[in-house]
């Protein structure tokens, strides 16, 4: 009798113990939800609790944008390179539609260009204007915005009449503002601005050129073309270092937006030949010029990586 009710008594506790250890683990399944996620439910058809894939984030720059607005000067407004003292942006390196540039925008739009660009740049433009052509660009909501400006702000009567760079820094950052107050997420790309004594160089050995910059083309580097004294040569070297400080202000600014690019210096780099150069003024950039203006364009456009 007494071996009966001990038997009895280890039966009634282990039928204890396992219902107990049956509890236990069932509210230890239940914290283990919420530990791993609360309310929320796991992956479908996993038993398993492992997380599922995160997707690949998108890149941040696309290398096929699908419209392209252009802001900047007498550059990207093709200016002397079709008739005197005219623009003509019909072979803007930026915007342009004739075959022979094959321009930013036919590169990556083709046939949509003529619908999806806009060239809102000024012959003249410095870098003060630059806020001003961003709020225009921006209300077509271009994908890319195509920037090339500078040279006016050294293009100046006077050596000390060129813009400061602190100015320059601070005006170009106030256009970066501008435009992603309208369009953060819009794409920028941004020229060196060109290597102005080279340009010098090339153009003075031409008599019409030389002429037609007496007309008041950029008389901090091309007043007195043929002047070599210590005086002319001090001057030159004043405007060509104030450019080399711009390029790195624009370099500088672009690095702290993401959606921003330059082309790495390839437009100042670049080794402007008379075939290159207006035959009207010996400055400005020819059709042929302008052409390799886009080619440089468009291989940072869509690098890989900026």
């Known amino acids: 009798m007494g071996h009966r009710t001990d038997q009895g008594t280890r039966n009634r506790r282990r039928r204890s113990r396992t219902a107990l250890a049956v509890l236990t683990a069932a509210v230890v399944g239940v914290a283990g939800c919420d530990a791993v996620g609360g309310d929320s439910q796991g992956p479908s058809g996993s038993g398993t609790g492992q997380a599922r894939p995160s997707p690949k984030p ?12 252009a802001v900047g000067d007498s550059i990207t407004r093709g200016f002397d390179a079709c008739t005197v003292l005219s623009d003509c942006p019909e072979v803007s390196w930026a915007t342009g539609t004739r075959a022979d540039v094959n321009s930013l925008a036919v590169r990556l739009l083709g046939k949509q260009a003529v619908r999806r660009s806009w060239n809102h740049a000024v012959t003249g433009a410095r870098m003060a204007d630059l806020a001003g052509q961003m709020t225009r660009a921006a ?20 050596t000390s009449a060129m813009t400061s760079v602190a100015d320059f820094r601070a005006q170009f950052e106030s256009a970066m503002r501008t435009l992603r107050a309208k369009l953060p997420k819009a794409q920028v790309y941004v020229a060196s601005i060109p290597d102005l004594k080279r340009l010098w160089s090339e153009g003075r050995t ?5 002429q037609v910059w007496k007309l008041g083309i950029c008389p901090s580097m091309l007043g007195d073309a043929d002047a070599l004294d210590a005086a002319a040569t001090l001057r030159r070297n004043t405007v060509e270092q104030r450019v080399e400080d711009y390029n790195e202000v624009l370099r500088a600014v672009c690095a702290k937006d993401r959606r921003c690019r ?18 009207w003024d010996w400055f400005h950039p020819s059709v042929n010029g302008q052409a390799r203006l886009a080619e440089i364009a468009y291989r940072a456009v869509t690098a890989k990586s900026g």
């Open 58 to 69: 998108a890149p941040v720059w696309d290398t096929s944008p699908g419209s392209v607005a």
């Open 139 to 158: 209300a077509h909501r271009p994908q890319l915005v195509a920037v090339m400006v500078g040279a006016n702000d050294a293009c100046r009567s006077t």
């Open 206 to 210: 031409n008599p019409l050129g030389k």
């Open 262 to 279: 330059t082309d790495g210096g390839a437009v100042h780099a670049y080794r402007f030949g008379t075939e290159q150069l207006s035959h």
